[in-house]
């Protein structure tokens, strides 16, 4: 495989535009933020990613403070075009190309309505004249996330083969599992596989721990509120655990019909188990809350990588996760994947985790920390990522000077 400095070498920097829902100072939208900050971070010196998203966070009805809405916006990593919700799609994205040459359009969703579905379709109807367009599903394919609405997700992806909506569209996977995901749904799809880019927050091995209570386990759940997370899944697995469990839920309530249905399932839960919910949590509050805790379970019905699940591992938490997600079992228990709907293994997995003395929690922090690491340093998801944007722009050679952030 060729180095990033082969590739920027050989190809110069190409300019892409992004399409996504939510971006910073956003974090609601969760992981997909994450990941084109990192992205626009990492890529920096090769490519020039454009960012154009709504105005306000998720279920926000306010824009941000202190930026302009349907006009570009210049942050330390980059141009943002924040867009007013009535403008958000197509209407403002033929306003914030305008006089700009773009080599890719990224589209960051595939059932998005306004992110995606009408841009794809433009894409079709306008055939050439747009730029190559790269959609990535962030697991949107999985088959867990396919279940949820199904019916309409079903009516709109047989219209979409029909007609041929996709046929020239490339696509993004995040993992080979992704990959076979996109494959099972659009047989004829043009993939490039490039991991999700991460960073470590913790970079050294002397990160300090709140002790394990001797008789309680303290579980965490961070995600959004939404069938896809399968909160309502985890009540169910803790109405059978024995040992003295405090679940506290922190996360935005997406789904109040799904969000009420949790809550009826927390009065069934029984004496020794406590629930209790956090709110949200900023960005910067993710870290040090994770360490506060013995055990991440996240019994996800579908990720595409699953930031969430990192970032508990650089906070030195153990994991319990499905299979339903890239990540694999490490034999140091640093953490656990277990199918979502075993709720005799979820059950006994809790009570093992339960009844482990302090020291043995620390080895399993630690294990978790080392995991994270590793996963930094075996990754050649930078050079991957690099080369999928190049692959589609076709990029001819040009030599262009280095950027830095800031």
């Not at 993004?172 to 996109?182: L, V, Y």
């Not at 913790?202 to 896809?228: A, E, G, H």
């Not at 799904?258 to 020794?272: A, H, I, T, V």
């Not at 020291?359 to 340093?377: G, V």
Request: charged share 25%; aromatic share 12%; hydrophobic share 35%.
């Amino acid at each position: 495989m060729q180095s990033i400095k082969e590739l920027n070498k050989n190809k110069g920097r190409i300019s892409v535009f992004c399409v996504t829902d939510y971006y910073i100072p956003g974090y609601l939208g969760g992981g997909p933020i994450t990941t084109l900050y990192n992205m626009r971070y990492q890529l920096l010196n090769h490519v020039d990613l454009s960012i154009y998203t709504r105005d306000r966070d998720l279920g926000g009805i306010t824009p941000y403070d202190g930026i302009k809405s349907n006009e570009w916006t210049k942050l330390p990593d980059g141009p943002v075009f924040y867009t007013s919700p009535n403008y958000f799609g197509w209407p403002g994205l033929i306003r914030a190309k305008k006089d700009k040459h773009f080599d890719v359009i990224y589209l960051n969703s595939f059932f998005s309505y306004r992110a995606s579905i009408s841009i794809a379709i433009r894409g079709w109807l306008y055939k050439n004249k747009l730029p190559p367009i790269l959609l990535a599903p962030r697991g949107e394919f999985s088959r867990g996330a396919l279940s949820i609405k199904s019916f309409k997700k079903k009516i709109y992806l047989a219209f979409s083969r029909f007609l041929g909506i996709y046929r020239n569209i490339h696509w993004h996977a995040s993992t080979q599992s992704e990959a076979a995901d996109i494959i099972r749904v659009i047989p004829d799809a043009k993939i490039h596989t490039a991991a999700d880019l991460v960073t470590l927050q913790d970079d050294n091995q002397s990160v300090q721990f709140n002790n394990k209570k001797t008789d309680t386990l303290q579980i965490i759940f961070i995600s959004r509120i939404s069938p896809k997370k399968n909160l309502d899944g985890l009540l169910k697995i803790l109405t059978k655990v024995n040992s003295k469990v405090d679940l506290d839920v922190y996360g935005p309530q997406e789904d109040s019909n799904y969000w009420k249905k949790c809550l009826d399932l927390s009065k069934n839960l029984p004496r020794n188990v406590k629930f209790k919910y956090c709110g949200e949590l900023t960005p910067n509050e993710i870290n040090s809350t994770f360490k506060k805790y013995d055990l991440f379970a996240f019994p996800t019905h579908g990720e595409n990588f699953g930031h969430v699940i990192f970032e508990s591992l650089c906070a030195g938490t153990p994991v319990i996760t499905t299979n339903e997600t890239p990540w694999k079992e490490d034999p140091s228990s640093g953490i656990r994947i277990l199918p979502p709907n075993d709720l005799s293994a979820w059950k006994n997995c809790i009570e093992e985790y339960s009844h482990l003395t302090p020291e043995e929690f620390l080895d399993r922090r630690q294990s978790a920390l080392r995991y994270a690491k590793k996963y930094l340093e075996s990754s050649l998801a930078t050079q991957d990522n690099l080369k999928m944007f190049f692959d589609v722009a076709e990029a001819p050679f040009k030599i262009l000077p280095t950027k830095t952030f800031g």
